[in-house]
């Protein structure tokens, strides 16, 4: 596994509710241990935008909605290194006020595409994780930033329920940061606009694969799917989301590498060996719900491959 991508899982570590009674046979202190390695590895990743992070020295990109998400996990977490040191709230403040002047009037971000409801909901998918557990933290210390961030996810909000797409996953990721506007806060727009895009269906071969035939962007509508299953109980989205990682195994070789070449987006060209890494927390998250030994045995074997 590359260092990036365990720093990334470093920063979701604090977001999702995996890492307990996995049915591989891993028990409690393993999976204590495995925290413990991702609580380090965010750590290490917050530790250095303690330093770099400034105003005026910030550019903007995807990577700005991954620092906010990855001070918030070390602020909130009580065995970071960093937990409630007001310096991180200052630092996640330039963040948040940096990510606050990119939007345009309609809450749209410019990330590659201009006004792009999609490279929008990407932000969100990232942030609105990290605005729940600071919500959950309930640190007065953080009230101005949560309310900054408010500003940032209910304008973007604005332009979710209106806006377009440009490839077929926009419209998971579009719904799955929707859902976690509504789940911060409620408001009905949002769910009709997610039931206008599912009412489109959710299009899969009899393989298992979705219309877009890649890993990477598997592994971005299964994580939107299970969001929107989660946060609004369509359990029924869940069901793709099996189909897809039954499918995979098959992609994955011992080592980790996955396997590409049938895609049908630019990961079908690169060279580059990818890692089944970005499918790890949906196969461990499906192996808890419906308690998939299978499943559990990819997450494990995924886990013995780099970390």
């Not at 470093?10 to 609580?39: C, H, Q, Y």
């Not at 007001?86 to 002047?101: G, H, M, N, R």
């Not at 890649?214 to 929107?228: K, M």
């Amino acid at each position: 596994m590359k260092r990036s991508d365990f720093i990334k899982m470093g920063t979701m570590a604090a977001f999702a509710p995996l890492w307990v009674n996995p049915v591989s046979g891993m028990n409690a202190l393993i999976d204590k241990e495995l925290m413990r390695k991702l609580i380090h590895a965010n750590d290490v990743q917050a530790a250095r935008l303690m330093k770099s992070v400034e105003e005026g020295k910030l550019q903007f990109s995807r990577l700005v909605a991954y620092n906010i998400a990855t001070l918030a996990a070390a602020y909130c977490e009580k065995e970071s290194t960093l937990y409630h040191q007001a310096a991180v709230v200052e630092k996640l403040s330039i963040l948040v006020k940096f990510l606050a002047a990119a939007q345009s009037e309609d809450g749209t971000v410019n990330v590659g595409n201009l006004e792009s409801p999609p490279d929008t909901a990407f932000l969100i998918e990232i942030v609105g994780p990290a605005a729940t557990i600071m919500q959950k933290d309930k640190s007065s210390d953080l009230k101005l930033v949560q309310q900054q961030l408010k500003q940032v996810i209910l304008k973007a909000g604005e332009g979710l329920v209106t806006g377009g797409i440009h490839t077929p996953n926009h419209r998971w990721v579009i719904s799955a940061a929707l859902a976690q506007v509504n789940h911060l806060y409620p408001n009905k727009k949002y769910l009709d606009r997610i039931d206008d895009w599912l009412g489109e269906g959710v299009f899969m071969d009899a393989d298992g694969h979705y219309p877009e035939r890649s890993g990477i962007y598997s592994g971005v509508e299964n994580a939107a799917l299970i969001t929107i299953a989660r946060l609004t109980g369509k359990s029924d989205l869940y069901e793709p989301v099996r189909k897809n990682l039954a499918m995979y195994v098959y992609y994955i070789e011992a080592n980790g590498d996955l396997v590409l070449n049938d895609s049908r987006r630019q990961d079908q060209y690169e060279f580059a060996a990818k890692t089944a890494t970005l499918f790890y927390l949906q196969y461990r998250y499906m192996s808890i719900l419906d308690g998939n030994k299978n499943f559990a045995a990819i997450a494990k074997m995924l886990e013995g491959t780099g970390f």
